[in-house]
């Protein structure tokens, strides 16, 4: 059974820095992708890093604050959070598929998700 788990969520003061974990098992990814729902809004995507090349891909809403990166041998895919912002209050998940594609930006091209992790940002 595939099962993707995050970690790390909270709450934070706007500045702050948080850094969320995603591990799978039973399966291996090609390519790893981090989105998030803000209440009332669309699920929209943040980051995304391919397994072996490691290359990244980030949204201009969060590019220069957040970091994608991974631990092969944890098997788990962590985004960085810095100068964390109010709008970056939402639900964070994690996102795997097992073969490549261009559209890494693109919610129906992943095919297993995470159950999600919780991100506050309020002063």
């Known amino acids: 059974q595939v099962q993707l788990v995050e970690s790390g969520g909270g709450s934070v003061q706007p500045g702050a820095s948080l850094r969320l974990s995603c591990t799978a098992s039973?399966?291996?990814?090609?390519?790893w992708g981090w989105f998030r729902q803000a209440p009332g809004k669309e699920r929209e995507f943040i980051a995304a890093?391919?397994?072996?090349?490691?290359?990244?891909f980030y949204a201009d809403s969060v590019k220069g604050r957040f970091t994608i990166s991974r631990d092969a041998a944890k098997n788990t895919v962590y985004l960085q959070m810095n100068s964390l912002k109010p709008e970056d209050t939402a639900v964070y998940s994690c996102?795997?598929?097992?073969?490549?594609?261009?559209?890494?930006?693109?919610?129906?091209?992943?095919?297993?998700w995470g159950q999600g992790t919780q991100v506050t940002v309020s002063s």
């Open positions: 039973g399966r291996m990814f090609v390519l």
């Open positions: 996102a795997g598929r097992q073969s490549g594609t261009t559209k890494y930006y693109a919610v129906d091209e992943y095919n297993y």
């Open positions: 890093t391919t397994w072996y090349t490691e290359s990244t």
